[in-house]
């Protein structure tokens, strides 16, 4: 499975920005996905995931109430609005898709994308 994260970009503090992560290779489907952050100098941590029917999701408390995940398996990809952006949003923002819900740590997952860059400015 390859996946592919875009949308990240530079915006000002209280904007919005769409994520956007497609896979190829094979459907995603049966996988839970999730979304992981990596600011400068600080360890990659995990933000939200949702489950492979998109009935369920979890948040980090710092997003929960601003970021919203969604996925389309037709289509095969998962999206991460993230709206009232905060310049402590600012990170390289990772997808990745796994087998268990609720799992944050990221060796749990089995597959990455690239990573897009977000930057909030205050």
């Known amino acids: 499975v390859q996946l592919q994260a875009s949308g990240g970009g530079l915006v000002q503090a209280g904007d919005s920005l769409r994520l956007s992560c497609a896979a190829s290779?094979?459907?995603?489907?049966?996988?839970?996905a999730a979304w992981f952050r990596q600011a400068p100098g600080k360890e990659r941590e995990f933000v939200t995931c949702?489950?492979?029917?998109?009935?369920?999701?979890y948040y980090v408390d710092s997003v929960e109430g601003r970021f919203t995940l969604s996925r389309d398996n037709a289509k095969n990809t998962v999206d991460l609005q993230m709206n009232s952006l905060k310049p402590e949003d600012t990170a390289v923002y990772y997808c990745a898709i796994g087998s268990t819900y609720g799992v944050v740590s990221g060796t749990s997952y089995d597959y990455w994308g690239q990573g897009t860059e977000v930057t909030v400015s205050s």
């Open positions: 949702i489950s492979w029917t998109g009935d369920r999701t």
């Open positions: 290779g094979r459907t995603i489907g049966t996988y839970v």
